[in-house]
T-cell receptor, first 115, second 112 residues
Framework: GAGVSQTPSNKVTEKGKYVELRCDPI?????LYWYRQSLGQGPEFLIY????????DSGLPNDRFFAVRPEGSVSTLKIQRTERGDSAVYLC?????????????FGNGTRLTVT | AQSVTQLDSHVSVSEGTPVLLRCNYS??????LFWYVQHPNKGLQLLLK??????LVKGINGFEAEFKKSETSFHLTKPSAHMSDAAEYFC??????????FGAGTILRVKS
């Protein structure tokens, strides 16, 4: 079946611009996660949703970052006033439920480059 | 807080020889541990997981890992490397079951 889909696969933007990154999870998965992977590092947790609500947003680096999941399915990660340090691969994952017995399924990521 | 340390950033083996990727963890309680693999331009894929059942965990593609509490280790092994195993591998600990904490990754190179 279809996996987690992320669009766009690549995004180049200028410093100071606003960007939106989209994630389509696997159908029926209630939990959705966003991670950020900088060059040469492992993915770092940003936020996760259980249904429509953000259950843990402790990984968002500052108030320029915001994510929504209004209908409990598709999620959008929004970054305002982008900075060069925001350049990274943004990964989305979904799982059937929350907890370590429900494995995460990752998308291929969106590579964001801020010039 | 939970954390993992992958002891090698790069590992190079010849095809047909054993693979050992080392990982040490730090956890204030009984952890859940995972290994994920990332092939170029592909999503992260779960190889195996440990969740306090058997300490020797078997995963996909012939990989296995052993949880050793006394050594706080969770090393990944495979008896015989294949060219298709070349990828980046991440050791991961679960923080309260919902949030995964990734290591920095080990790039495995397999020589023919």
């Amino acid at each position: 079946g279809a996996g987690v889909s992320q669009t766009p696969s690549n995004k180049v933007t200028e410093k100071g611009k606003y960007v939106e990154l989209r994630c389509d999870p696997i159908s029926g998965h209630t939990a959705l996660y966003w991670y950020r992977q900088s060059l040469g590092q492992g993915p770092e947790f940003l936020i996760y949703f259980q249904g429509t609500g953000a259950a843990d947003d402790s990984g968002l680096p500052n108030d320029r970052f915001f994510a929504v999941r209004p209908e409990g399915s598709v999620s959008t990660l929004k970054i305002q006033r982008t900075e060069r340090g925001d350049s990274a691969v943004y990964l989305c994952a979904s799982s059937q439920t929350v907890g370590y017995n429900s494995p995460l399924h990752f998308g291929n990521g969106t590579r964001l480059t801020v010039t | 807080a939970q954390s993992v340390t992958q002891l090698d950033s790069h590992v190079s083996v010849s095809e047909g020889t054993p693979v050992l990727l080392r990982c040490n963890y730090s956890s204030s309680y009984s952890p859940s541990l995972f290994w994920y693999v990332q092939h170029p331009n592909k999503g992260l894929q779960l190889l195996l997981k440990y969740t306090s059942a058997a300490t020797l965990v078997k995963g996909i593609n012939g990989f296995e890992a052993e949880f050793k509490k006394s050594e706080t280790s969770f090393h990944l092994t495979k008896p015989s490397a294949h060219m298709s195993d070349a990828a980046e591998y991440f050791c991961v600990v679960s923080d309260r079951g919902n949030k995964l904490v990734f290591g920095a990754g080990t790039i495995l190179r397999v020589k023919s």
